[in-house]
T-cell receptor
């Protein structure tokens, strides 16, 4: 019974394409996040949403557009993919805007 | 600027030996403090957390961590390492900056030798 699930697990695409990653949590949390983990394992927050409202937008290029249709879902759409977008993207959730975070298993995006 | 420092990129210990992973943070007040573990191909799993109170906190899998305010440190320890503990370990701080943000250290990769 997965708590935070992301799809797809792997995503290989070419530069210039548009792709989406989906995230769902069944923990009843009201806050969701996207983190990016680069090739050196460094984790950086991209966005957070609370009850479908954008709370944190951490100077991410506007090619990245998160969408939260309800508090259990947070999707990430990426336009015009670039080589530098290759990374592992993690979705996470928490309650009341506070840590700790509960993470999904990540989506490995490879842009060729 | 707020930061989290894990000075050891990787550490190798023998199975059964004790372990200490170092973490220092730079922040004006005492933040929330966490240790997470990431196994290959997996997400991050919370090992333990410190919000307030007793400065020695117990976590899952036999791990503990001690908060030392004077040193701005939150080191992770385990008395006897098992081969299954080999993984990447991340120290993190939770900061309220008009929306809680969890900031991660660069991670320490733990290798366990037989």
């Amino acid at each position: 019974d997965t708590a935070v699930s992301q799809t797809p697990k792997y995503l290989v695409t070419q530069m210039g394409n548009d792709k989406s990653i989906k995230c769902e949590q069944n923990l009843g949390h009201d806050t969701m996040y996207w983190y990016k983990q680069d090739s050196k394992k460094f984790l950086k927050i991209m966005f957070s949403y609370n009850n479908k409202e954008l709370i944190i937008n951490e100077t991410v290029p506007n090619r990245f557009s998160p969408k939260s249709p309800d508090k259990a879902h947070l999707n990430l759409h990426i336009n015009s993919l670039e080589l530098g977008d290759s990374a592992v993207y993690f979705c996470a959730s928490s309650q009341d805007l506070k840590p700790p975070l509960h993470f999904g298993n990540g989506t490995r995006l490879t842009v060729t | 600027a707020q930061s989290v420092t894990q000075p050891d990129i990787h550490i190798t210990v023998s199975e059964g030996a004790s372990l200490e992973l170092r973490c220092n943070y730079s922040y004006g007040a005492t933040p929330y403090l966490f240790w997470y573990v990431q196994s290959p191909g997996q997400g991050l799993q919370l090992l333990l957390k410190y919000f307030s109170g007793d400065t020695l906190v117990q976590g899952i899998k036999g791990f503990e961590a001690e908060f030392k305010r004077s040193q701005s440190s939150f080191n992770l320890r385990k008395p006897s390492v098992h081969w299954s503990d080999a993984a990447e370990y991340f120290c993190a701080v939770g900061l309220n900056t008009g929306g809680f943000k969890t900031i991660f250290g660069a991670g320490t990769r733990l290798f366990v030798k037989a």
